[in-house]
């Protein structure tokens, strides 16, 4: 019995041993310290990351690990750590919100990113996430210029109905704060040799006016528009033919010195008048001899106007006669265009007043000078198969010429 006893604790005890041993040989090692970095895309700059969460899933084991601490900024990523993981493969989710510039534009997008069968081993502890959910390629386009206005049931030329639609063409929230809407001093109809030529570098201009904002006032969403009108009125109270602009999100409103000539306060938020030529009310040339562009405005009002003149001469030749003039105007960077077209009529082009890189020909409504046919009628760029704005810095390519406006109904 004594001896049973004693050979029945040994087998106990040995049994005992050789399961310690095989759990001790089974125990998956753990990784102290695990760096995920989170790769922004190289395009956009003064990324800041907010509201960001991490969730590791072990595929084998369905356990979930939920990242702890915060995203730390290194260069233009983003690093998390995470402490005491166990050795596995794992599906990953990030998810959080980005705000940045790109271009100069102030932007922002909400992003959910997910990778899956990530190993992360003790040889191999880091891991690498990019933001892929977007590309923050494009940016603000003009999507359409309605300039010929309209006619009234009695064939009178009606002016102030025009407008100008800018796009964002991204696929983020870009904000159109300090945008401004520029009009060429030069005409595409009237070709001069100007001393010096800036054409190379600047812009030169006779209206700038600008959208408004302290940096993210004025969000615009992915392939959405905003509509700028001459007047945010209903036009058809005047003519039963126009267009009710009462919905437009700014218009061109300036204080006239004439009391003949007054411009009329709409409903929609007013843009800064940086310069105009004119002392009394602005319009867009209805036969379209002036180039449109809008730029990101890099500056204070008063810095540009006191920095940024634009004074050349020039020789006005008509017949047997020619007379030395001088041009006194403003000037806009090249560097600050975000999109340009020029417009003009074959009957009477000469010229670009746009440098070729910000756009290479031309676009119109109306074959020749005061064509009849031109009122009713806009020029509206065309889209993709996947519904973005066509970009090529090709007027004749990317614009539909003689469209019909989208705002007429």
């Known amino acids: 019995m004594k001896k049973t006893f004693i050979i029945s604790i040994l087998a106990m005890l040995t049994l005992g041993f050789a399961f310690t041993s095989c759990s001790n040989d089974d125990e998956i090692p753990v990784v102290s310290l695990s760096t995920l970095t989170l790769q922004i895309p190289d395009n956009l700059q003064n990324a800041v990351l907010s509201n960001a969460t991490t969730t590791l899933t072990n595929v084998e084991t369905n356990t979930v690990v939920e990242g702890v601490g915060q995203f730390v900024k290194n260069g233009n990523n983003y690093e998390l750590s995470v402490a005491n993981i166990t050795e596995g493969t794992y599906n990953v989710q990030v998810k959080g919100h980005l705000d940045f510039t790109i271009n100069g534009i102030a932007g922002q997008k909400d992003f959910d990113v997910n990778t899956e069968n990530v190993k992360i081993t003790q040889a191999a502890p880091d891991l690498k996430i990019a933001v892929s959910t977007f590309t923050a390629q494009g940016g603000f386009v003009i999507s359409e210029i309605f300039f010929t206005g309209t006619l009234t049931e009695d064939g009178k030329q009606y002016m102030n109905d025009q407008y100008i639609k800018i796009a964002n063409n991204s696929d983020v929230t870009l904000y159109a704060d300090s945008i401004a809407v520029l009009e060429s001093e030069f005409l595409t109809t009237d070709k001069q ?217």
């Open 193 to 409: 040799e100007y001393d010096p030529d800036i054409m190379s570098t600047h812009f030169a201009v006779d209206a700038v006016y600008m959208i408004p904002g302290t940096g993210k006032s004025v969000p615009v969403e992915p392939g959405q528009e905003l509509v700028l009108a001459i007047n945010a009125i209903n036009h058809k109270e005047a003519n039963p033919l126009s267009i009710d602009l009462t919905g437009a999100n700014f218009e061109f409103f300036d204080e006239s010195n004439n009391p003949n000539f007054t411009d009329p306060d709409g409903t929609a938020a007013n843009l800064d008048k940086w310069y105009c030529y004119t002392y009394t009310v602005y319009n867009f040339h209805n036969r379209g001899f002036h180039s449109m562009a809008i730029a990101k405005m890099q500056t204070t009002k008063e810095d540009w106007l006191e920095n940024y003149t634009y004074e050349a001469n020039w020789t006005f030749v008509f017949g047997e006669y020619s007379f030395p003039r001088t041009l006194e105007s403003y000037k806009v960077p090249n560097s600050w265009i975000l999109d340009g077209v020029n417009l003009s009529i074959e009957s009477m082009w000469q010229w670009n007043t746009l440098d070729a890189s910000i756009d290479k020909s031309w676009t119109y409504c109306g074959k020749v000078d005061r064509d009849v046919d031109r009122y009713n009628k806009a020029v509206i760029r065309k889209k993709d198969a996947n519904g973005k704005f066509i970009d090529t810095n090709d007027s004749a390519n990317d614009f539909e010429a003689e469209a019909t406006p989208s705002l007429l109904k």
